[in-house]
């Protein structure tokens, strides 16, 4: 089976670096313009908080993904009939880590959740970052309507990546637990 490409990364990836080379044509410092689309290191102690914001978002996804029927699930991955090998972890962790969750996380947290967390304040801004976030995943609904609890998984990860983006002023410890999350179910997949 082939890997899929990188392209979701380049698209979503775009606007942050536009927004950084702007930045820097008005005089920002390099080091100010890449704060503010999220793209520092973080301290140990958000690394932390990643864990804790993971296993809480497990603690939600768990009996609220249990309201879907398992009928709507089969074949709605790609790595489902896959065997658990080194290759297929390999392959999603590429594919769903950096391809998918690194792309989503410069654009929603690192651009969105920056721009808007400093115009409206946390609050404001991460709710309108997280429904944002969300939007695209309600084509979701096209497959059933019995699909809505993922929204509420979504919804509450795309919050909590926003919450780590604010705490750590960088977009690392969200993206690590978003590509836990996604790296988690094409593994359920594979296994199912």
Do not use: C
Not at 117 to 124: K, N
Not at 129 to 135: D, G, K, M, N
Not at 143 to 163: E, H, M
């Amino acid at each position: 089976m082939q890997m899929g490409t990188p392209l979701q990364l380049l698209i979503f990836s775009l606007p942050s670096l536009v927004f950084v080379v702007f930045a820097r044509l008005r005089g920002k410092a390099w080091r100010q313009a890449l704060r503010d689309v999220g793209w520092t290191a973080g301290k140990p102690a958000d690394y932390l908080r990643a864990l804790g914001a993971l296993a809480l978002l497990a603690a939600i996804a768990y009996p609220v993904l249990r309201l879907v029927p398992a009928e709507l699930m089969r074949g709605q991955s790609g790595y489902e009939g896959l065997r658990l090998t080194p290759v297929n972890v390999a392959r999603a962790l590429i594919e769903q880590g950096i391809y998918i969750a690194l792309g989503e996380e410069i654009l929603f947290r690192g651009l969105l959740a920056g721009w808007l967390q400093r115009r409206l304040g946390f609050a404001v801004g991460n709710w309108v970052q997280a429904l944002i976030f969300l939007a695209p995943h309600l084509l979701l609904l096209t497959v059933s309507k019995a699909i809505w609890p993922v929204f509420i998984v979504q919804l509450a990860a795309g919050w909590l990546q926003g919450w780590l983006r604010y705490r750590a002023d960088s977009i690392l410890p969200g993206w690590l637990v978003h590509t836990a999350s996604n790296v988690s179910s094409a593994l359920s997949a594979m296994l199912a």
